[in-house]
């Protein structure tokens, strides 16, 4: 499903910001060949990104979830504007 009011960011726009934070970034692949990434911030909270590809555009609500798990305020909406 599509945001509403239109997406965020881009993934790689939200992993390079989180790499500007000091966080770092793993990627690896699942049993079925899906990607996975695990973004860790620097005080240990991580956050797990499931088969998306780094052109893909974040629902804000996403956005939202990856700044409360990683515990970071980033700069995307995180409600439609």
């Known amino acids: ?5 239109g997406p965020c960011c881009k993934l ?6 989180a790499l500007s934070q000091k ?6 692949i ?3 060949f899906k990607s996975l990434r695990k973004i860790i911030a620097p005080t240990g909270r991580w956050a797990v ?5 780094l052109s893909d555009s974040l ?5 939202a ?9 980033s700069p995307f909406p995180k409600t439609p504007t």
């Not at 499903?1 to 009011?5: G, N, Q």
């Not at 966080?23 to 690896?28: L, Q």
């Not at 990104?49 to 590809?53: L, W």
């Not at 979830?65 to 305020?73: E, K």
């Open 1 to 5: 499903m599509s945001a509403p009011f």
């Open 12 to 17: 790689n726009e939200y992993i390079a910001w």
């Open 23 to 28: 966080c770092e970034v793993k990627d690896g």
């Open 30 to 32: 699942t049993e079925d």
């Open 49 to 53: 990104i499931y088969n998306k590809k």
């Open 59 to 63: 629902p804000h609500r996403y956005a």
């Open 65 to 73: 979830t990856l700044d409360r798990n990683l515990g970071l305020d």
